[in-house]
């Protein structure tokens, strides 16, 4: 944990790096518009979301006009946007199982996984004007305030339904996209049951983070998997359909 600690502002750089590059790649990867347009939009707020959790360390302490400002910044951001990605995924989720499952209806926990980021959303605006969740002190330090475990509560319950339609519909889903899934509700699930218990590090935004970007590579080789799959198929047939012309063409002689 120290070792993160001291090693934490260069691995949020880092990763905001890939999803920044990642977001241009998802725009360009030949997915359906909806999942396209929900891989894109997470990985654009998984940068921004680091972006602003690296701002929040650097300028904590800053008792500046700017500093001020940036801390309290930075921390909203750092809130709203983790709420944005889990709602994404959400989307992304819905997209899957509509069209790769074939379900014929949304599972209702999903919908109900809209509703709860909706009210974790008013919470965060809520918190800015109240100190509900957390506070600054006179050296504009974060501190948390006594609500700040609905904060985590949320986001958890969220994470706990998404999980429990994932394991329901597990055989539904080809192998790749099964994984990505698991690991994207199950490593944040574990790290913010972590964070609530410590201080001083970002362990769910990073692990969230480096879900994202997982679930993007998962994304790109089960495509590229289905091509694979697909260049063989006709392959088979272009070699059934020699063998038959063979067999015609010794017929007839």
Sequence with gaps: MELLKEHQLSIMLMLSGICRIITLFSIFTPLSAKRKQALTFMDFSAMLLLLSDRCAYIYRGDTSPLGFWMVRISNFLVFFL????????????????????KLETIPKRLQYSKILVIIGEILVIISQFTGFYYTFDATNHYQRAGGFIICYILPLTILILQ??????????????IRISLLLFTLIPLTASIIQIFTYGVSLTNISLVGQVVMLYLFA?????????????????????????MRLMIGQTA
């Design 82 to 101: 983790t709420l944005v990605i889990i709602y994404t995924f959400n989307l992304y989720l819905i997209d899957l199982y509509t069209n790769e499952a």
């Design 163 to 176: 999980l429990s339609v994932i394991v329901q519909h597990y055989g539904r889903l080809n192998k790749l």
């Design 220 to 244: 790109l080789l089960d495509m590229n998997q289905m091509i694979k799959v697909a260049h063989e198929r006709e392959l088979e047939l272009l070699k059934n359909e020699q063998k038959q």
